[in-house]
């Protein structure tokens, strides 16, 4: 989530017009990569942004593809994505039928059908300049993507099943490309071809610097800095601990700061809903189950202290709890 707010989505159908709102969160550390890959799209390069979840890769590919100044064409991976979701294919049928009946005791018919094609969006993109948006890509089959090896080398779309003379396409000198891929996902991922990933200049995102997630969670949460800061820090803590399955990020700060913005609840140890808050949204990166109840415990005592040390209260923060739900682990605080 490199932006405090969300892209500004124009245009029909599948063609997107993309603008940045004045709102984008543009520290140095996102300033520095969006000028390198940048570079790279303005040289004709495609940009492949590649790192966990949270890290802002969906989001920086939106900001790029604006800052291009070119329709949009989105597509998302999917196991079910095949070459013709992408390129396109033959839909329906065109029936024609003629009657000819000039000597008034003759009919003639006539019909022919002829089998429809249906231009796709990388297709389109491809034809008309747009600039394509492949979002975690690796999420489809690698045969799938084969159609992208000489659209990204040798500037041609090759048309399967293509009806007509043309066969292939020559690749709109204002077409671009921007893929992202999560390489730590483990279920419905498929690894990349070596052939594609060598055609993309490749750039590892990772998790953002404090300065950044502060600057991100208050604008999308409508808040001051200050106020957010030490809950930023708190669930930058948990993370380093490494007590969870699955890693906090960036969305917890603004789960958290948003909802607890918006009720009214002060971040405070002291206050029962912004506890209660705090416990539901990063208790959850750990599941409760006979196996791991001690870790849900050890973990739950882990966050009440980090509560308690970065969004102040004395001892109130057991009572603060007790009143807020229920210990779903069963113990006290």
């Known amino acids: 989530m490199a ?3 969300r892209m500004v989505i124009e245009g029909p159908g599948d063609v997107l017009s993309l603008r940045p ?3 984008f969160v543009e520290t140095p550390t996102v300033r520095e990569l969006t000028d390198r890959a ?3 799209l303005q040289a004709g390069f495609p940009v492949h942004f590649r790192g966990p979840s949270g890290s802002g890769k969906t989001t920086l590919a939106l900001h790029l593809a604006a800052q291009l100044g070119r329709p949009v064409m989105l597509v998302a991976g999917d196991e079910e994505v095949g070459t013709s979701d992408l390129v396109g294919g033959r839909t329906g049928y065109h ?10 005791s003759v009919k003639k018919y006539e019909e022919d059908a002829t089998q429809r094609w249906v231009d796709h969006r990388l297709t389109v ?3 008309d300049g747009y600039t394509l948006v492949y979002d975690e890509f690796t999420r489809s089959r690698a045969e799938a993507n084969n159609a992208l090896l000489a659209v990204l080398e040798e500037h041609l779309l090759i048309l399967p099943m293509a009806i007509g003379p043309e066969t292939y ?4 000198p204002e077409f671009r490309a921007i893929f992202t891929s999560n390489p730590q996902e483990y279920a419905g991922v498929h690894e990349a071809q070596d052939a594609l990933c060598d055609r993309l200049v490749t750039l590892d995102c990772d998790y953002y610097d404090q300065e950044t997630e502060t600057a991100i969670a208050a604008a999308r949460s409508g808040l001051s800095e200050d106020q957010v800061a030490p809950l930023v820090q708190m669930v930058r803590d948990f993370r380093e601990s490494g007590a969870y399955d699955q890693v906090p990020t960036l969305r917890s ?3 958290i700061a948003r909802t607890a913005a918006m009720h009214g609840f002060e971040f405070s140890a002291e206050t029962p809903g912004f506890v209660s808050i705090c416990l539901d949204v ?3 990166k750990t599941p409760l189950d006979t196996r791991n109840r001690k870790r849900r415990e050890e973990q739950q005592k882990l966050l009440l202290n980090l509560i308690q040390h970065h969004c102040g209260g004395e001892k109130r923060i057991g009572r603060a709890i007790r009143q807020s739900r229920p210990d779903p682990t069963g113990n006290a605080s």
């Open 3 to 5: 932006a405090a707010a």
């Open 21 to 23: 709102r004045s709102t």
């Open 38 to 40: 940048l570079i790279y």
């Open 95 to 104: 029936y024609r039928k003629v009657l000819d009946n000039f000597i008034h």
């Open 125 to 127: 993109a491809c034809r």
């Open 169 to 172: 396409i020559r690749v709109h």
């Open 253 to 255: 700060c603004i789960m």
């Open 282 to 284: 990063l208790g959850s």
